[in-house]
């Protein structure tokens, strides 16, 4: 054979095994990829759980509040719950009446029926205006009978009362059958309240026959209805510094001196 075609065939025996050689190759490494596909394991994803973190080391701690509640706060509790029970308890207590009681002339709550109240804790409505009698038209245009409806719709545990000068000058009869009915009207709405009816304030002077005349009525008002009657006598007579200046109402002072008097007056009769 010739050279040239020898050398021709070994060239391509060459070739020939080299490609062989390549195709061996990729058989193998298929061969061993299909072998790991399948036989490896299934893996199973796990959802991870991350504990909580740590806080740093140099951290500050946070302080937890002591809710449990402490003596103190505890006996203010009680005492508010006490107090309120007590209010539950106190009277309670509307004055009907005129200028006199509602402190005219001074701060209300230097009248005479207020300071009352507030030296006996009394739950205190003071229903009283100006101007106004039994039978004289007051300020508001009113008797002092609108007081009276006022008052049974407060459902007192007790009702104060009292004779005006304001009704100076009115007829007597008038006066008596108006202090009659307002009596009357207290005690049928308000059967189980105590009624306590005063005597007139007049002041440093001397009292007017007529004056004296509606004490009588207005105690025999209360005899009907079994009400108490407090004859309260003229604790400024002969004071007249104790007076304003109208000589008509007390002042600030006065009225101290009056609430004095009074409340030792009713002491006896008013129920507690």
Do not use: C
């Not at 009657?229 to 000589?247: E, F, H, K, T």
């Amino acid at each position: 054979m010739p050279a040239q075609h020898r050398t021709r065939l070994f060239v391509s025996a060459g070739v020939l095994l080299v490609a062989v050689a390549l195709v061996g190759a990729v058989s193998l490494s298929n061969s061993r990829v299909a072998s790991a596909q399948g036989t490896h394991p299934a893996v199973s994803v796990v959802e991870s759980v991350q504990p909580p973190l740590a806080p740093p080391a140099n951290a500050p701690s946070v302080a937890i509040p002591d809710v449990t509640a402490s003596p103190l706060a505890t006996a203010e509790a009680g005492e508010a719950a006490s107090a309120g029970a007590a209010a539950a308890t106190d009277p309670v207590v509307v004055a009907i009446g005129d200028s006199i009681m509602d402190g005219h002339g001074v701060d209300p709550d230097q009248a005479w029926p207020v300071l009352l109240a507030d030296q006996n804790t009394w739950q205190f409505a003071d229903l009283a205006t100006d101007g106004t009698g039994f039978v004289r038209l007051g300020n508001d245009a009113n008797t002092f009978e609108a007081q009276v409806t006022e008052a049974i719709g407060l459902d007192p545990s007790v009702v104060i009362i009292s004779a005006s000068s304001n009704d100076l000058g009115e007829d007597n009869a008038d006066i008596a059958d108006a202090s009659t009915s307002a009596l009357e009207q207290l005690h049928t709405a308000l059967p189980q309240a105590q009624i306590i009816a005063l005597s007139a304030f007049w002041g440093d002077t001397a009292v007017p026959e007529q004056l004296l005349q509606i004490d009588s009525d207005l105690d025999s008002a209360a005899q009907n209805v079994s009400a108490s009657y407090v004859d309260i006598g003229q604790p400024l007579a002969g004071q007249p510094d104790l007076m304003q200046s109208d000589d008509v109402h007390p002042t600030a002072d006065g009225l101290h001196v009056l609430a004095s008097a009074i409340g030792t007056d009713i002491a006896g009769v008013i129920s507690h």
